[in-house]
Structures are given as C-alpha cells and as structure tokens.
C-alpha cells in the first residue's frame, strides 16, 4: 500500500478520434433485465458539467486509440450518485485522456436514476462486451465517486450472475483484470467506516489503483477497501492527496488533484500490471 503526497500538474492530453456508441442489451431481453421507456436526458450545468438525469437504455461508446499498441482496454464509469452522471467530467474526457496514452477506452452510460442492481448488470455486461472485442487483452474498469462504487462492486462480485445469459457475449467472464477507483464513495459501509458488507473481497479480487484526497468527505471510502484489499493481500496503490475535495475529474481548473492522479494512474497500469 502506497501513501502519497505532491503537487505538480499535468500537461494538456491529445484529443482522438470520434466516438462509436452501441446499445448495450440486444432487442431480445433476459427476463431479469428490466429497461423502461423514454429517451435519455441530459443538460449542462453552469459549471460546464454535462449529466444525464434519465438513461433508460444502457449504452457503450467506443472510444478508439489511433496507435492502439497496448495490452489493456478499460471501461470508464461516471459519477453522480447514482442519480445523473457527469458524462464529460468522468466519462468522454477520461476517455480522450486513455486514449492519448495509447489505450481504446469505452464509457459506460449505466441505467440512471436510482438503479443500483440495474447499473451492475449494465457494467457486467460491458465488461463480457468489451473482453469479446478485445480477445487477449486485459480488460480493466474505472470510475469516479458512485461510478468508482460500481466498479468495485462490478470487481468483487463479477462470480454472481446478475443476470441470465442472453447470448454468445455473455459466456465471457465479468471479472475485470484490474480496477482504477478516483475519490470512490458508499465503500466503507461497515462498521466503523470498515468496507461495506456486500462486496465480497477476497483474494482473486483484482488490483486495484485508489486515489483520494484528505479533505473528501467520502474519504473514509478509499481507507476501508485499501485496507480490505490488503488484508486479503490482494495488489492495492493507495494515494491520498491533501486537498481537492470532490468530483474534479481532470479538470485541474477545479483542484489540483485532478492533476496528479492521471500521472500515478498511467504509472501503476505501466509499471504493476
């Protein structure tokens, strides 16, 4: 486990190329997948956030390295309680940055608002998804705030089906081989801020990368599954930047934390897995 405490900042990444978006779920629906009506919202805020406050049908857009030259692809998770999420703040722009190192990267638009289950079936399938697209490569997931939650639940119960096969995708796993989690929330459920109870840590739980800063109120989230992980001495960097508070993504702009994590980040995937 790793502490770490600095300040410099990151340069400017490259834009890539335009996007390709796909439903996730076939017309022909398990019985346990419930998608309901409507179209999808979203709007702008004036902090220059875009969330979608309605996603009734789940989506995967591929966002493709032009040099994809490495052997790991991951899929991004957004934020936002559960209730919206920030698609450009901790999705697309996350996605471009992967990209300028050289990773293909997918933004998953999980079902919003208020479904949790619902948005773990949409991450175990896009994780089964994105591993038939990319066969021998490793397959890793990341989020932000509840979008880091559904990533270590999507990480530490990929062996509990979710939901009944649909077809030729589904025989894939949705264990992720490894996990990247920026200022994770709703993780230390447990007694004494210890890790909530239903993620089920263990040890062929994956890797994972956990950055936050000291002034989060989440915070206690990132201490509780590093200490998990450890425990069951599963790979865990932790880092723990003095100040930032949350929701920054990399947007430095908004706190200088959103500088430093990408720089550990690309390092940790380059150099442990």
């Known amino acids: 486990m ?7 900042v990151l340069g400017v990444f490259a834009v890539c190329c335009r996007a390709q978006v796909v439903n ?14 409507g179209n999808t919202v979203q709007d702008v805020g004036r902090d220059k956030i875009t969330r979608i406050r309605q996603m009734p049908v789940p989506t995967l857009e591929t966002w493709k390295a032009k040099k994809d030259r490495k052997d790991k692809v991951l899929i991004v998770c957004p934020g936002g309680g559960y209730s919206v999420m920030a698609v450009d703040l901790e999705g697309t722009e996350i996605a471009q940055w992967l990209n300028s190192l050289g990773y293909t990267a997918y933004v998953l638009r999980y079902r919003v608002p208020n ?3 619902g948005a773990l079936q949409d991450a175990q399938r896009a994780i089964r998804m994105v591993r038939a697209q990319n066969p021998g490569k490793k397959v890793g997931i990341m989020g932000f705030s509840a979008g880091a939650d559904l990533s270590c639940r999507a990480a ?13 995708t589904d025989s894939q796993s949705a264990k992720p081989d490894f996990v990247g ?13 210890s890790v ?6 263990n040890e062929s739980t994956p890797p994972m990368f956990v950055f936050q800063t000291a002034d989060d109120g989440y915070g206690y ?28 993504g990399l947007r430095a702009k908004r706190a200088e934390a959103a500088a430093i994590w990408p ?4 390092k940790w995937m380059k150099n442990h897995l």
Do not use: Q
Not at 25 to 37: G, H, I, Q, T, Y
Not at 181 to 193: C, E, K, S, T, V
Not at 221 to 248: C, F, Q
């Open 2 to 8: 790793k502490f770490f405490f600095s300040s410099f």
């Open 24 to 37: 996730l779920w076939p017309e022909r629906l398990p019985a346990d997948v419930c998608l309901k009506s």
């Open 115 to 117: 479904d949790r289950e």
């Open 156 to 168: 530490t119960t990929w062996n509990e089906n979710t939901y009944s096969p649909v077809d030729e």
């Open 181 to 193: 989690l920026i200022y994770p929330a709703y993780l230390d459920g447990g007694a004494g801020h």
């Open 196 to 201: 909530t109870p239903s993620l089920n840590v």
């Open 221 to 248: 989230s990132s201490l509780a599954i590093a200490a998990a992980l450890k425990n069951h001495k599963v790979p865990v960097e932790l880092h723990v930047y003095p100040r930032g508070g949350h929701g920054y």
């Open 263 to 266: 720089v550990l980040m690309e």
